[in-house]
């Protein structure tokens, strides 16, 4: 007989502790130790003898590399983010906020490759059958040919699916509601979601299906659950955006078939989350080109050029210690901006209040926009426009200096593509031929007087 015994696991990290308290010594985590049951080794009995390992085959450094087949989901935005298409043999997780449209996309996803004739099968745990249909009558895909379930045992959904012919995409909403018998815990701790999880990803190898699985994310933004199941899937993708905004992102952030960092962009409608080829133009669309502490950043998403405006706020503070308010970027390096702007520039900002945010709610996270914050900031404080045919991109170190970042061509020629005729870049950059009016300069200080000079200009204009 096995002796039963207990334990108490981490949902945040999932480290194993002999006695419950009230803070994880792993994560620093409060109250996220939940006790579980194990079985333990037969006391007095002899150890289970070890299997006799085979011989496996070695294979070469070198040979032919063979490219992983590929499933079109017939949306070009997420075929974008998972590197050409979904991989046969793969698992994918998908996290974000509740209420963010993960299950829309899925199922718009799902009925779009039914209809390209493929297998797919889509079970649901957290709704029940005929709310999956209400949902596919107001995205207008309830005619695909989609099997549906509403089930939670893993067990009953791996029979399931090797029962019927072999499924090319099985989508799983979510995996947090899945259990298993062979663990005694309940729903949603971490023993069901790793034993859950490593189930399906086997059938996923084992028959060459595609397996998608949905993930809730805490209140900072990261998929519940330990870090164990990211580290199991093959791709990694949260799906992002604000309840302000009907823009939504879609990035990678891991992908052992393709890029990471790449994003999709997607518009919530009245008929589902519908693509946006040109996402630049559509964060410009509401511009106002004439108000102050407003510029153009080119940046990177992965491969792709994306423009997107930085609008800061510089204000008297009434305070003893200023307000500094981050929207879609890093407060630390704000931080250092500001830092660097008073050493260096002689700009008096320690009493001031300062606002910045991304418009659009995307989330920039490369130091190549520390040259348009800067910019910004600038241009608020003078009360001085910048101007609507200019771009800014470029890396500000704590000497004052502008260093050059990297895919320069392609920031130029998107910035090209939607007007821009000017670009102020770091001055060892090569420059471009999409952009002719290419300004480049060596320090911030250099930044500051290009834009105190138009002070005077903007002061004679009515």
């Known amino acids: 007989m096995a002796r039963a015994t207990s334990k108490f696991v981490c949902q945040n990290c999932g480290a194993t502790h002999i006695r419950w308290s009230g803070r994880c010594d792993a994560c620093g985590e409060w109250n996220t130790l939940v006790e579980e049951d194990v079985a333990s080794a037969p006391v007095g009995g002899a150890q289970r003898k070890a299997r006799a390992g085979r011989p496996i085959a070695l294979a070469a450094l070198s040979g032919a590399e063979d490219q992983p087949p590929r499933i079109s989901t017939a949306i070009a935005e997420l075929d974008r983010v998972a590197g050409g298409g979904l ?3 793969s698992a994918l997780l998908v996290g974000g906020d509740p209420g963010i449209g993960k299950s829309t996309l899925l199922l718009q996803a799902a009925a779009k490759m039914a209809v390209a004739g493929n297998r797919v099968v889509y079970v649901s745990g957290e709704e029940a059958i005929d709310q999956v249909r209400l949902r596919a009558v107001r995205l207008g895909v309830h005619k695909a040919d989609v099997g549906l379930a509403a089930e939670t045992n893993v067990e009953n959904i791996l029979a399931t699916l090797e029962a019927g012919p072999s499924a090319d995409l099985v989508v799983i909403d979510s995996i947090q509601t899945l259990w298993t018998d062979s663990i005694e815990s309940a729903p949603g701790t971490v023993s069901q979601v790793r034993a859950s999880a490593q189930m399906l990803i086997r059938h996923a190898k084992r028959t060459g299906a595609c397996v998608v699985l949905v993930g809730h994310v805490t209140k900072d933004g990261q ?10 899937v093959d791709a990694v993708l949260y799906f992002e955006g604000d309840g302000a905004h009907q823009f939504r992102l879609l ?23 519908g693509e946006v080829a040109n996402p630049s133009s559509l964060f410009l669309g509401e511009r106002d080109a004439r108000a102050p502490g407003a510029a153009v950043f080119a940046g990177m998403e992965g491969t792709r050029p994306l423009l997107v ?5 510089v204000a008297p503070s009434t305070l003893a210690t200023p307000r500094r308010a ?3 970027w890093d407060s630390a390096r704000l931080s250092m901006i500001l830092a660097v702007l008073d050493a260096h520039c002689g700009l008096k900002l320690g009493a001031q209040d300062v606002y910045l945010n991304v418009a659009g709610g995307l989330r920039i996270v490369e130091p190549a926009a520390d040259l348009a914050v800067a910019a910004a900031l600038v241009s608020s404080m003078a009360r001085v426009p910048l101007p609507v045919d200019t771009v800014y991109f470029g890396e500000i170190s704590l000497s004052g200096a502008v260093r050059p970042v990297g895919h320069e061509p392609q920031r130029l020629k998107e910035a090209a593509k939607l007007g821009f005729s ?3 870049t770091p001055s060892r950059m090569s420059g471009g031929d999409a952009v ?10 250099g930044l500051v007087a290009m834009i105190a000079a138009r002070a005077p200009e903007e002061a004679r204009k009515p």
């Open 87 to 89: 991989v046969r043999g």
């Open 223 to 232: 998929i519940a659950g330990p870090r164990v199941v990211e580290h199991m």
């Open 251 to 273: 990035r990678a952030v891991k992908n052992r078939f393709g890029p990471t960092d790449e994003i999709g962009v997607f518009e919530m409608t009245g008929q589902g989350l």
């Open 309 to 313: 405006e930085i609008q800061a706020l």
């Open 326 to 328: 981050v929207v879609g």
């Open 422 to 424: 000017r670009a102020v």
């Open 436 to 445: 002719k009016g290419v300004e480049g300069i060596e320090s911030l200080a």
